[in-house]
């Protein structure tokens, strides 16, 4: 039995790992959780799995878990506080493996200290790398640390990859395995025919209405407006050790084949399957394992045909300029994070235009495009300039909207 942590545990990535622990109590013992404010989710979780710790990153949400663990007679539960909790927590003796699924920057300090602790470290927080980069992959190849993609993209290029790179993440050269190209597919979100001068008018209900996956407000307008698949190109970029030109996005509208990896031979390897993050989540934390994810088979008969066609630029600008910042390196990388982070929040709470948010990240990454990033504390010094910068744009735009 292996102990787990997660990171981000009331979150759609943490509900879905939850579920197979639920599915398999033989093989996985909850020894963590994390979130930052649901008290009363986590106040279920804690009923139900009885972690010995848990940490709310929030101080009045964890005096207010403290209260409801009191009242419903949970003493033996642990509860702390702060972000410097989340750190200790990974590195507890106990914990085998980490699932990392806290949203955004906020989740690069813990992911790091779980790699450093030589854990088996799930990442679903495809910022850590995005914007650390090879910071991150220099102490994943200094420690003891296995590191397995969740991201159903970069988990189903994970599994079309030959054993050896499969053993080699990060630093494993596709030209030694045959391999040509990667190919990230992307359905292209719920915007995919809108017309272009409609976009000025969506509404954040619109855009957390994907068409095919269940997820959380901040990654759902990712992917309507593909900055998340651009992330996810920087993040493919590390994870399998590649340049811009080993990586081409593909549009395939059905979400069924998650992604695919092109052979010189001319064979191409797909991953393919019903968009159920169980999936991915399930061939992680077994690997190299294969067990039941609570999945539904997928059903070839009654499958809808398979559509693929190229982004288009003009309507998916984000992605263009997260390719960009992966051209350009790591400063913008991380600016364009940072910014893109701000730009989402302020459109959700209705600040900003939906095409506001590809203004503020391009004008915040152009100011860091040659920025030298050398260690963590200058990634968390850029992360902060950057979105100040992004705060005033949308401070700018309030005023002159």
């Given at each position: 039995?292996?102990?787990l942590?997660?990171l ?15 599915r ?5 013992r ?6 930052n404010?649901?008290?009363e989710?986590?106040h279920a979780?804690c009923?139900?799995?009885k972690?010995?710790t848990?940490?709310?990153?929030d ?7 403290k ?24 590195k507890?003796?106990?914990?085998d493996i ?29 910022e ?18 296995t ?5 159903s993209?970069h ?7 030959p054993k050896?790179?499969q053993d080699?993440v ?8 045959g391999?040509?190209?990667?190919l ?5 979100g ?6 272009l ?8 209900e ?5 068409p ?12 309507a ?11 493919a ?22 992604s ?9 390897l ?31 008969f ?14 998916y600008?984000?992605l ?24 989402v ?10 095409t ?13 495009l040659?920025?030298d ?8 010094r850029?992360?902060q300039?950057a979105r ?14």
């Amino acid at each position: 039995m292996q102990g787990l942590s997660v990171l981000g545990a009331t979150g759609s990535i943490g509900m879905s790992t939850l579920d197979i622990v639920r599915r398999h109590p033989q093989k996985f013992r909850v020894i963590s959780l994390s979130a930052n404010q649901r008290v009363e989710q986590m106040h279920a979780l804690c009923l139900e799995f009885k972690p010995q710790t848990v940490v709310m990153v929030d101080a009045s949400a964890a005096e207010q878990l403290k209260l409801m663990l009191m009242q419903s007679g949970d003493h033996q539960i642990q509860v702390q506080q702060g972000e410097q909790s989340l750190l200790d927590l990974v590195k507890a003796p106990d914990v085998d493996i980490v699932m990392a699924a806290i949203v955004g920057a906020s989740g690069l300090l813990p992911t790091l200290e779980a790699v450093k602790a030589d854990k088996k470290v799930l990442l679903a927080n495809k910022e850590a790398l995005v914007t650390s980069g090879q910071i991150f992959i220099d102490a994943l190849h200094a420690s003891k640390a296995t590191l397995l993609p969740i991201d159903s993209e970069h988990n189903a290029i994970f599994q079309c990859l030959p054993k050896g790179m499969q053993d080699s993440v990060g630093h494993g050269a596709i030209t030694d395995y045959g391999i040509s190209k990667i190919l990230l597919t992307g359905s292209g979100g719920p915007f995919r025919t809108l017309p272009l001068e409609q976009f000025d008018t969506i509404t954040p209900e619109q855009a957390c209405a994907h068409p095919n996956w269940d997820m959380g407000q901040k990654i759902s307008v990712d992917s309507a407006t593909m900055m998340n698949k651009g992330l996810e190109f920087i993040e493919a970029k590390w994870l399998f050790n590649l340049s811009a030109d080993d990586i081409q996005v593909v549009l395939h509208p059905q979400s069924t084949i998650h992604s695919m990896v092109q052979y010189k031979d001319g064979s191409v390897l797909a991953q393919m399957g019903n968009p159920d993050m169980r999936t991915p989540i399930a061939h992680a934390m077994a690997y190299p394992e294969r067990i039941d994810a609570g999945v539904q088979a997928f059903d070839f008969f009654n499958c809808q045909s398979f559509q693929f066609a190229q982004a288009d630029f003009e309507r998916y600008p984000n992605l263009k300029l997260a390719i960009d910042a992966c051209r350009a390196g790591q400063g913008a990388c991380t600016a364009l994070n940072a910014a893109n982070e701000i730009a989402v929040a302020a459109f959700l709470a209705k600040q900003i235009k939906f095409t506001d948010i590809a203004k503020i990240n391009a004008e915040v990454m152009q100011s860091f495009l040659t920025t030298d990033v050398r260690s963590i504390e200058d990634v968390l010094r850029l992360d902060q300039e950057a979105r100040k910068q992004a705060s005033s744009q949308v401070d700018w735009l309030k005023e002159n909207s």
